[in-house]
């Protein structure tokens, strides 16, 4: 990679509800209960898409998909990371690679991440080794060690090996 290199940093956290589905990475997971949030409520999802954002320097989730917003009631987080990806493209970014990871004390993820690495990679059209996931524990500490929700973070690289003629009005 050489010319324009960026990194960003994103993170999420949601607690844990009774009567949704728990969706990790696009992938439902099985659990007695879902997380709480205005769209599917997928942490590790929308801590990529903060990477990625932030990276480009185009803000956050919330200014782009804001919660109370009908239109993102229930949407599929995946389908969001797929328009931000749509956004780096226009403007002439490319996906280095993301790292993520998902703090959860419950329930065990080492069997899904494969396929949530293959979900995420579907969704910004890079090879799935340019994804990569790991699951924590909170280690019986603080709101995720207690069980209470799931976090997630990220860190994502994003370059460009030309420059747009862009100019961004403050």
């Given at each position: 990679?050489?010319?324009?290199?960026?990194?960003?940093i994103g993170y999420?956290?949601?607690?844990?509800?009774?009567?949704?589905?728990?969706?990790?990475?696009?992938?439902?997971?099985?659990?007695?209960?879902?997380?709480?949030?205005?769209?599917?409520?997928?942490?590790?999802?929308?801590?990529?898409?903060?990477?990625?954002?932030?990276?480009?320097?185009?803000?956050?989730?919330?200014?782009?998909?804001?919660?109370?917003?009908?239109?993102?009631?229930?949407?599929?987080?995946?389908?969001l990371l797929s328009?931000?990806?749509?956004?780096?493209?226009?403007?002439?970014?490319?996906?280095?690679?993301?790292?993520?990871?998902?703090?959860?004390?419950?329930?065990?993820?080492?069997?899904?991440?494969?396929?949530?690495?293959?979900?995420?990679?579907?969704?910004?059209?890079?090879?799935?080794?340019?994804?990569?996931?790991?699951?924590?524990?909170?280690?019986?500490?603080?709101?995720?060690?207690?069980?209470?929700?799931?976090?997630?973070?990220?860190?994502?690289?994003?370059?460009?090996?030309?420059?747009?003629?862009?100019?961004?009005?403050?």
């Amino acid at each position: 990679m050489t010319g324009d290199i960026r990194v960003g940093i994103g993170y999420d956290i949601h607690p844990f509800v009774s009567g949704r589905k728990l969706v990790l990475g696009g992938v439902e997971i099985v659990s007695p209960k879902g997380l709480g949030g205005w769209s599917d409520a997928d942490v590790l999802t929308h801590a990529v898409i903060d990477a990625l954002l932030g990276a480009a320097n185009l803000g956050d989730i919330g200014r782009h998909f804001p919660a109370g917003k009908a239109e993102f009631r229930d949407v599929s987080s995946v389908s969001l990371l797929s328009r931000v990806n749509e956004m780096l493209k226009v403007r002439g970014w490319e996906i280095g690679n993301i790292d993520a990871n998902v703090i959860a004390e419950q329930p065990k993820l080492s069997e899904n991440i494969e396929k949530m690495q293959l979900k995420l990679a579907e969704a910004v059209a890079v090879d799935v080794d340019r994804i990569s996931i790991k699951a924590k524990t909170g280690n019986g500490l603080g709101t995720i060690g207690k069980g209470e929700g799931i976090a997630a973070q990220a860190v994502a690289l994003i370059y460009r090996t030309h420059r747009k003629n862009e100019r961004r009005k403050l």
